[in-house]
């Protein structure tokens, strides 16, 4: 029997009130008595003791015999361990990249560092009708060469900096070059941090087609992402380009960043 459009069975309601509980009792840090618990959820306290029964006997809450109250266990994080803060970022930045592709029209993507480049983890690629790229989610983009990359570097904190210089150094290809060139380097992230933008001209001779500039994402003080605005160089300059969308780039690397603050996150509630 369907409920709604999308759903072909009806809920679970027992496991609906199991994870409403898990939910309050991780708000109340992590510990309720029955009848506190029964009167935020509306659950009768019979229904609730037996819910907090069934996840004491699978290792999820345990029971305090000196008040009868009911606490999270370890076990808990489990239910967290496979979703990664790179994840909730995409999960977070879809929506709102949605809406941006409407104001911008060419494409833009969240990307994050995965050990030696920058990974897409969401993308508006495949909507725009100015892309000719349609599967980006999951494609490596050089540090040295792109607009993400070239912001990460320029926002990330100094030792990160120096040991992603170093390794990217150690490589013979002419695509690292760049990293053993540190004035010119320095020159070039100097730059980005005081535009609040990292900038690629065709510099990539992979996608010679292609410009881009990137904002940095934060969370509190620290990097942990980067949104770029890709578009056919030959339409616009690095300049004309900010000048049309880095205000709107900025505004919603700052809604992703509201998203991150602790309460809203799921790595904060761990």
Known sequence: MKTDATT??????GLSRGLLLLNLLNRLDGG?????????????RTTVRRILETL???????????DDSFRLTLKVRELSEGFRGEQWISALAAPLLGDLLQEVVWPTDVTTLDVDAMVVRETTHRFSRLSFHRSMVGRRLPLLLTAAGLTWLAFCPDNQRQQLIALLAARPEAEYQLA?????LAAILQRARQQGYGENHQSWQQEERIAAIA??????QHIIGCLNLIYIAKAMTIDQAAAKYLTALQRVARQIQR????????SARR
């Open 32 to 44: 309720a008595s029955v009848a506190l618990l029964a009167q935020l959820s509306g659950i009768h």
């Open 215 to 220: 904002v940095p994402v934060f969370d509190d």
């Open 56 to 66: 004491q006997d699978e290792g999820y809450v345990r029971r305090s015999h000196s």
């Open 8 to 13: 072909e069975y009806k809920n679970v309601r």
């Open 180 to 184: 053993r060139e540190p004035l010119r």
């Open 259 to 266: 998203g991150m603050a602790p309460g809203n996150s799921p």
